[in-house]
């Protein structure tokens, strides 16, 4: 399976990104899927995760915050992020949860700063 995220950016505190992860190869749908992320200097965290069934769960850190969402037709998951923080910035991935079974794609940078 093939992951490839994108949408990340350069955003000032308090701003917004939308990131999508596609996945290919595999039966998608019948996986948790979910978003993690590795800032400098850190062990890669999970931010949140979304069942096949679209059940969600989130950090402490990004509750309120960040909306994990998915669409099986397309294979996608995504993750809407608003009111975001300095210390939001990380290279964000996806891959399924809690346990990681696929290969890591490369990520998207995501900066918060001013």
């Known amino acids: 399976v093939q992951l490839v995220e994108s949408g990340g950016g350069l955003v000032q505190p308090g701003g917004s990104l939308r990131l999508s992860c596609v996945a290919s190869g595999s039966i998608f749908s019948d996986y948790t899927m979910g978003w993690y992320r590795q800032a400098p200097g850190k062990q890669r965290e999970s931010v949140a995760r979304?069942?096949?069934?679209?059940?969600?769960n989130y950090a402490d850190s990004v509750k309120g915050r960040f909306t994990i969402s998915r669409d099986n037709a397309k294979n996608m998951v995504y993750l809407q992020m608003n009111s975001l923080k300095p210390e939001d910035t990380a290279v964000y991935y996806c891959?399924?949860?809690?346990?990681?079974?696929?290969?890591w794609g490369q990520g998207t940078q995501v900066t918060v700063s001013s």
């Open positions: 979304i069942t096949s069934s679209g059940i969600t």
């Open positions: 891959n399924t949860a809690p346990a990681v079974i696929w290969s």
